[in-house]
């Protein structure tokens, strides 16, 4: 296409844009009326819907001629700037009128109303200073009882200084980053006059990559209308969750979790018939909290963590014996969806994610001790096989190295094995590895680092820990666990192990490398039998 016939096709749409905005003016050939919630009614050109969203292109159809939408929050000016957005393409903004704007664009996935409100938005903002951070030590008390404090004299009178060091630390204690924006909202509002001049560098403290769109358009850009430099900072947040490729540019958004919000989640049950339990488990303070319950009554399940969901693959119970069911259940909202169940049935399987790709391996179905592998499609809701195993087991240990998996012992008939094989996720081949030391099945497995350790398990139980190097396909004797156990789990944290106990023993061990030591560091509330264990941030 040459400049004279892009300039023609340009000078084309344009005209169209233009017809179309006096059929919105003069309400001439409406065909549909849009009802929102509340008794507002617009009448409008299914037509020009089906153009501006793929919402509306969902909902409408040759014989719909009412179409009621929920928009909850949004102002009714809002609404006609969207409507003039769609039949002229262009929309007069003023800064205060921006977030709702936004929402209601999110609301109807209008991407081009989006574009246009962020593309005024990096207009109006200018400033792109640099996050303040200090480290200086504030009281424990204050890092561990946030919640308590924001609206008592001590927080509401201390000076900005001290707040905005304590919101820049890594130790806060909140179970959500909307907890230290709604701390720094009401230390503002206390004193209005005074500190509003103090907001920009406060909300620079916020980590926003961890609040929600909805909490960034609702709660966050409230506090920006008084200032031009809190917008760049909303701005740049809502690019973060809409433009990945753009985080890199983005200095002034800290997407690092809070340590005191790293917990581990045990996923489990100690009785068959009860339904699967959540504790969490605070890796700072080493206490239990009763997480959430999710209504699957199954066990000898595999769980995988992926996009803020648990993923629980399978399992066992006395109606089907070994199934194939599939649930998704969100750390966030705390709902339970059903997903496209397995091809096999499988339970004593492992799962893993490499890289947006969830597999889940071997097993046992009640008939048949497993060597194939799936991979579920997250997007699609599907899965697919993939090359099977050299060796069928069940009750192994699986983890992923490198954009591999590494797969360890388990069993195979009445057979313990201390065969290793790894996978290439991106060759779809298996390849034998040199054996573990010990015989191992049902027990635990983890990467530290650029090594992999296995801890007890079954034969006997035993208490051996031996360490794998993938890099040089070589095994070394590490030092043994305080006790003998199997149906262990571990996780690394802070280039520890932190291991928790199984079928024998309540105990939970945390083990060193660097000086090759262990030692106990808690209890577990009770013993547990085929359970798994994900770290996570309840700052999610």
Aim: charged share 25%; hydrophobic share 35%.
């Amino acid at each position: 296409m040459n400049d004279s016939d892009h300039q023609t096709q340009m000078l084309h749409g344009f005209n169209h844009m233009q017809y179309m905005s006096t059929f919105f003016t003069s309400g001439t050939y409406y065909d549909i009326e849009l009802i929102i919630i509340g008794d507002k009614r617009y009448k409008t050109h299914k037509s020009i819907l089906h153009a501006a969203s793929p919402l509306f292109r969902t909902k409408l159809n040759q014989n719909i001629r009412e179409l009621v939408m929920n928009c909850e929050g949004i102002r009714d000016e809002s609404i006609a700037k969207a409507f003039e957005f769609i039949y002229k393409g262009t929309v007069e903004l003023r800064l205060e009128q921006v977030a709702n704007i936004l929402k209601l664009a999110d609301m109807w996935q209008m991407d081009g109303l989006k574009k246009y409100c962020y593309s005024y938005l990096e207009i109006v903002c200018q400033d792109n200073r640099q996050v303040y951070q200090k480290n200086e030590e504030i009281d424990d008390y204050l890092l561990d009882n946030f919640l308590r404090i924001t609206k008592h004299e001590k927080f509401l009178n201390m000076s900005a200084d001290n707040v905005k060091r304590l919101l820049s630390s890594d130790d806060l204690q909140v179970s959500s980053e909307g907890q230290v924006f709604e701390g720094l909202s009401h230390w503002v509002k206390h004193d209005w006059t005074n500190r509003k001049n103090d907001l920009y560098s406060l909300m620079k403290c916020v980590r926003y990559p961890l609040c929600s769109i909805s909490f960034l358009l609702e709660e966050v850009a409230s506090l920006c209308c008084e200032s031009v430099e809190g917008y760049q900072l909303l701005l740049d947040a809502l690019k973060w969750h809409e433009i990945p490729q753009k985080r890199s540019t983005l200095s002034l958004m800290n997407s690092k979790s809070r340590k005191k919000n790293k917990q581990v989640l045990i996923i489990g049950r100690k009785n068959i018939g009860m339904s699967v339990g959540i504790k969490a488990y605070n890796l700072r303070t080493k206490s239990w909290t009763v997480y959430h319950k999710m209504d699957i009554r199954s066990t000898d399940f595999s769980t995988a963590m992926f996009k803020n969901n648990v993923f629980v693959f399978g399992g066992w119970n006395f109606v089907d014996r070994s199934h194939n069911r599939v649930y998704s259940f969100d750390l966030l909202t705390g709902a339970l969806k059903n997903l496209a169940p397995m091809k096999v049935k499988r339970s004593l399987s492992t799962a893993v994610v490499v890289n947006g790709r969830i597999f889940v391996i071997g097993g046992y179905n009640q008939e048949n001790i497993l060597d194939t592998v799936e991979e579920y499609d997250y997007v699609k809701n599907s899965w697919i096989k993939v090359a099977s195993m050299k060796r069928k087991r069940h009750c192994h240990a699986s983890v992923v190295y490198k954009e591999d998996i590494y797969v360890f012992g388990g069993e195979n008939e009445d057979e313990y094995l201390n065969s290793v094989e790894v996978f290439n996720t991106k060759k779809n081949q298996w390849k034998i590895l040199r054996p573990m030391k010990w015989k191992r099945s049902s027990f635990a497995a983890v990467v530290v680092e650029d090594y992999i350790y296995c801890i007890g398990g079954n034969d006997s139980p035993i208490d051996n820990v031996e360490r794998y190097d993938p890099e040089s396909d070589t095994w070394t004797v590490a030092g043994n666990s305080l006790v003998k156990d199997f149906n262990q789990v571990a996780i690394c944290h802070d280039r520890k192990i932190i291991c928790f106990a199984g079928y024998w023993n309540t105990t939970v061990q945390e083990y060193d490398p660097a000086n090759d030591q262990w030692k106990i560091i808690s209890q577990m509330p009770n013993n547990r039998n085929h359970y798994t264990a994900h770290v996570v941030d309840l700052c999610l």
